[in-house]
Nanobody
Framework: QVQLVESGGGLVQAGDSLRLSCAVS????????MGWFRQAPGKDREFVAG????????YYRDSVKGRCTISRDNVKNMVFLQMNSLKPEDTAVYYC???????????????WGKGTLVTVSS
């Protein structure tokens, strides 16, 4: 059984940083393209960042480029999203996903976590 469990969300102020973690079991992250998505209240889910399975090439939505970094630890079988200079518009539930289009071309994924809430106050 595949499980993706996110952690690290919370309430922060604008300008702060957070590191989201995704603990994965039942699949090997080094063999899957992994990604982070988010869904703000009243809005559709959107792509945030992706990492290809083979080369580890990373992709980001324009609004987070330069502020967010996706990474993975193949030994611990975990995926991370480092978020800096957070803005109120980053407020959302953040989801880790496996088996994604790492470029964010679709919202499809083979596996989803349940999400972790990030709230950024102004």
């Amino acid at each position: 059984q595949v499980q993706l469990v996110e952690s690290g969300g919370g309430l922060v102020q604008a300008g702060d940083s957070l590191r989201l973690s995704c603990a994965v079991s039942g699949l090997t992250v080094s063999a899957y393209s992994m990604g982070w998505f988010r869904q703000a209240p009243g809005k559709d889910r959107e792509f945030v960042a992706g990492s290809t399975w083979k080369s580890g090439t990373t992709y980001y939505r324009d609004s987070v480029k330069g502020r967010c970094t996706i990474s993975r630890d193949n030994v611990k079988n975990m995926v991370f999203l480092q978020m800096n200079s957070l803005k109120p518009e980053d407020t959302a539930v953040y989801y880790c996903a496996g088996g994604v289009d790492a470029r964010g071309g679709t919202m499809l994924a083979d596996y989803w976590g349940k999400g972790t809430l990030v709230t950024v106050s102004s």
